[in-house]
């Protein structure tokens, strides 16, 4: 299982940002999958999950900000963040959720 996560950066806050993590290895149409994010001094922390049928949950912080999305033809999970806070600033994670399977994480930073 190899999972690539991609779409990091630098942005303001109040700017948005789209990260993407490209599956490939297992079932993905068959797997829940997750973002993750870890911020200095912090333990790793859920943000989102997206079941097999597509439903969602997130963490309290992020609602109604950030939208996780999935394309099973493209193997692929999304993250949207929208009205970044510095608070935000962490190494986001993909995961295939309920395993072992993590992607090598990209740095978000927010500030000015």
């Known amino acids: 299982v190899q999972l690539q996560a991609c779409g990091g950066g630098l942005v303001q806050p109040g700017g948005s940002l789209s990260l993407s993590c490209a599956a490939s290895g297992l079932r993905f149409n068959l797997s829940a999958m997750g973002w993750y994010r870890q911020a200095p001094g912090n333990q790793r922390e859920l943000v989102a999950r997206i079941a097999i049928g597509g439903s969602t949950n997130y963490a309290d912080s992020v609602k109604g900000r950030f939208t996780i999305s999935r394309d099973n033809a493209k193997n692929t999970v999304y993250l949207q963040m929208n009205s970044l806070k510095t608070e935000d600033t962490a190494v986001y994670y993909c995961?295939?959720?309920?395993?072992?399977?993590w992607g090598q994480g990209t740095l978000v930073t927010v500030s000015s």
């Open positions: 995961r295939m959720e309920y395993s072992n399977f």
